[in-house]
């Protein structure tokens, strides 16, 4: 049976009714069908893949043609599920002429249905005018990967009192501005639950507690493909280490030509 797409009225209706929300990285149309086979809710097709799949040390080299090469696979692998569209450094600060028509390649070159945008006070103008024009956009506040050379490395956010309040304002002010949902990255898990409770859109959680409306993973965390597995992440298979062994297992019988055999033979 098909898979009935998800629409933002889903996710809201979801929030009103205490169900989680359960989205998931991916950058490839193998995962992403592997994905859409397990039932997530939501593909987010990351900025992340700077670090996963391209071999960067963080998010800030990812271009907008990464992007769309990456969202286009995706959304092959998964035509019936709710895709996001990362958008990369530099690709929404600049001006709101570039910011519309580099959005508009994630909704028109790559059939996403929405994009999603790391926010401070100076993006609700660019979040309102997105919306104007027919795109949806997820929010983004907390720790941001993409800022991460300015404040000296991944920190948590919200720690003060000062801090928390300004967030709290914050994700206010991106639901007024017209975000259909926001992430919350690694902020106190008590300040998460209670900016989830002061707003009506879906929050989406990544190391910020239980208390959000639903969960982000990056896809190396979830199946162990990762050197390093963060804090807020919790490995849920082995595949690195499988895939080594494979990996060596197959070298080993070419070197000793026990591969390929007469069943491997035309």
């Known amino acids: 049976m098909e898979k009935k797409k998800a629409t933002i009225r889903t996710f809201l209706k979801m929030k009103e009714n205490g169900e989680k929300i359960v989205q998931l990285t991916a950058y490839d149309a193998i995962f992403a069908r592997l994905a859409e086979a397990a039932g997530v809710d939501q593909i987010l097709v990351g900025d992340s893949l700077g670090n996963t ?29 709710f895709i996001i569209g990362d958008m990369p450094f530099l690709s929404y600060q600049l001006d709101l002429e570039t910011t519309l028509r580099n959005a508009a390649r994630f909704m028109q070159e790559a059939d996403c249905d929405c994009v999603k945008l790391e926010t401070t006070r100076a993006e609700l103008p660019v979040i309102r005018r997105l919306v104007e024009v027919g795109i949806p956009v ?112 197959y070298a080993d019988e070419v070197r000793h030509q026990t591969f390929p055999t007469d069943a491997n033979t035309f």
């Open 53 to 81: 799949f391209l071999g960067y040390r963080d998010t800030t080299p990812v271009t907008m043609d990464d992007m769309i090469h990456h969202c286009r696979a995706v959304r092959r692998g998964a035509p019936n599920t």
């Open 138 to 249: 997820m929010a983004h506040i907390g720790l941001r990967p993409q800022t991460v050379k300015v404040a000296g490395g991944y920190r948590i956010a919200g720690k003060s009192e000062e801090a928390a309040a300004e967030l709290r304002q914050l994700a206010l002010d991106v639901q007024d501005a017209g975000a259909f949902a926001v992430v919350l990255e690694c902020i106190p898990g008590e300040l998460a639950r209670q900016i989830s409770e002061s707003l009506t859109i879906p929050t989406i959680g990544i190391g910020a507690g239980i208390g959000c409306d639903g969960q982000v993973q990056v896809l190396t965390d979830v199946l162990g493909l990762s050197e390093f597995t963060p804090r807020h992440a919790k490995p849920y298979a082995g595949i690195g280490q499988t895939v080594r062994e494979a990996l060596a297992a």
